[in-house]
């Protein structure tokens, strides 16, 4: 009796076993079918723009730049860039000498590319470049906006505004272009156009966002956004608001308060997003896969997601740069720029992610 009573309780803890493998298997399964939606970059074979095709992208770029729905206000004062914009000729000293590359096996730095194409076959001009970093040193992400008017050297092309490596050569030339200027090395990419943001957080859905009075003002009356009724305080942004916050670049200190836009909505959504569990962020990445492209593969993706959701990270660290004392503001080569003290930003980068000088 005590052998088939032991028999018996095998079987049912084989049984248990079983099913408890199944249900594993079934969930890595829908997982990895999820994930596998996204768009993957394949660094080795994105199209490097020949130089001397340069000028025709930059023409191309220029022109769309700018959708009718975000058109520069006539009354813009263009040294809102940074104060008086002095017009040089000859190439300006970057001071950038000195830099160095910083690197720990505890910080993985994850660079977010807003794309200023609106459809998914155009590669245009990074128009968003946030440097989004796991510290797990400190617990900690944060996050670091490269302003897309900073002048650089661009590997194998003439100085240009950041902004143009990734139409030049995608993820891989922007990277290296980077690590060469300030010293930080880009582990992963995620890349998303606008019409992608505003269908990725139409799926997200309202977020609560802190608008100023001017930020609201601007907001409700810009006639081609519609009709709004937004106010100082705390609003309940709908998709379609969100994504005209987070482009707002003339109310305010011009980029830099646009960037910290962009990283409030961010820290909004990844807030929102991890109140809800893994299981939900993982159906919200099924929901922006056609709209978003990466180098991460599935494993890496969940290992990511698990980490941040299980270990507790909070935001820390939010910033942009170049920052008031780090440039100039210069008219080069037919447009204005910020032409950085590249050594004192790529310092502060380090600081911000690294805690070392």
Known sequence: ??????????????????VLLAGAGGAYYYVNSVLSKIERIDKDSEVQVASEFVKFLDATDDEIEDSDKYTEPENFDVSALGGEIEKVSNEPDLNNRSIRLVTDSNVTNILLIGSDS?????????????????NRNTNCINMVSILRDTYVEIPGYDNNKLNAAYAYGGTSLLDRTIE??????????VC???EGFLNAFAQIGDLQITLNSA???YLNNTESWGIWNLSEGVNTLTPEQTLAYARMRYVGNADWERTSRQRRVLVSAFNKCRSQGLSAMISMAGNI?????????????????????NSGMSV???????????FQSMYIKGMSALVPDLDAVSRAVHRALYGVD
């Open 1 to 18: 009796m005590e052998e088939k009573t032991k028999s018996k309780a095998l079987r049912i803890v084989l049984i248990v076993a079983a």
């Open 118 to 134: 609106r459809t998914s076959s155009m590669r245009g001009r990074s128009d968003t470049m946030i440097i989004l970093s796991l």
């Open 180 to 189: 060469h200027n300030i010293g930080v090395h880009i582990d992963y990419n």
């Open 192 to 194: 998303i156009n606008f």
């Open 215 to 217: 930020e609201a003002d």
């Open 289 to 309: 896969a056609p709209y978003v492209a990466t180098d991460m593969s599935n494993s890496q993706m969940i290992s990511l997601m698990t980490e941040v959701m």
């Open 316 to 326: 820390n660290a939010m910033q942009s740069v170049p920052v008031s004392g780090m």
